[in-house]
């Protein structure tokens, strides 16, 4: 009967949940405060100033999301939508290269028993597996995201959707206030709906604002109030000092937690320097 009528017990959902493999972000202490990585089935949101990193974990996630299943990751593919055009190929292919290397260090020889390890382990193949959308204009946005359904029908593959930032063309173009609030309400169902309909991860990079409260100008993530509803998850990334960290601000299950990372030539990794301490709970 619950199958018939589409309903799920509570059991079978906590067992599909811890069934669930992560999308590493590369950096452990990252990885821990997110519960083993970026979940599928949720939207989680990565917020942060110019130059923090935020787009550098975008990419890094388009690559770790298709680290083969016999190496520990989900043998997927990733579309990558660029609304700031901040996407660099040299840059994704120095990513891959670090992945790459880091599974052949962990699996000295696991690559060399498989006919498919070698062609897998290349980093021209990590970039054939990520779909790259550009969007110049919110009506293009708008359009990709309908399209998305129709596009993850046809690869079923895709295990995690990036969107670079997904609140750049509305800040800027967008002048019916009333009216953006309501088209990215109904954005933010449809990336839900994508998230859980086809068992993968929805990511989306997201400005910083100031927003002025209280007699004083705070640092705020972009379209806050009427977004934040959007994500399951948010992760919010700053400075302290020099070295860059990373908040879990919202998470339907996990406490919030704070951990460093480092942005290193072969993506992002943990942060190592004399005061590192591990992933703090608050």
Wanted: proline residues 3%; negative net charge.
């Amino acid at each position: 009967m619950a199958e018939q009528s589409g309903a799920q017990n509570a059991w079978d959902m906590l067992s599909d949940e811890q069934s669930q493999k992560h999308i590493t972000t590369g950096a452990g202490d990252l990885n821990d405060i997110l519960g083993g990585g970026i979940h599928c089935k949720e939207v989680t949101e990565i917020g942060g100033v110019p130059g923090v990193g935020k787009t550098q974990l975008g990419i890094q996630l388009a690559i770790n999301v298709q680290i083969p299943v016999e190496y520990g990751g989900l043998g997927g593919k990733a579309v990558y939508i660029d609304t700031e055009g901040s996407f660099m190929v040299e840059r994704v292919y120095q990513i891959a290269e670090g992945c790459i290397r880091d599974i052949l260090e962990h699996f000295p020889h696991s690559h060399e028993k498989s006919s498919s390890g070698k062609k897998q382990l290349q980093p021209e193949h990590f970039l054939a597996d990520i779909y790259y959308f550009r969007i110049c204009s919110y009506t293009e946005q708008i359009a990709v995201i309908n399209y998305l359904e129709k596009f993850l029908g046809e690869h079923k593959d895709v295990r995690i959707v990036i969107i670079d930032s997904v609140t750049f063309h509305f800040r800027q173009d967008f002048e019916d206030l009333a009216l953006r609030t309501r088209v990215l309400s109904g954005l933010s169902l449809k990336l839900m709906k994508i998230a859980k309909t086809y068992n993968l991860a929805v990511v989306l990079l997201n400005q910083v604002t100031t927003k002025f409260t209280e007699g004083s100008f705070q640092l705020t993530l972009a379209l806050g109030d009427s977004w934040s509803h959007s994500c399951t998850n948010r992760l919010i990334l700053y400075w302290n000092g020099n070295e860059r960290c990373a908040h879990l601000d919202k998470s339907p299950s996990l406490p919030v937690a704070s951990a460093p990372y480092a942005v290193t030539g072969k993506g992002i990794r943990d942060a190592v320097s004399p005061n590192h301490k591990r992933a703090r709970v608050t």
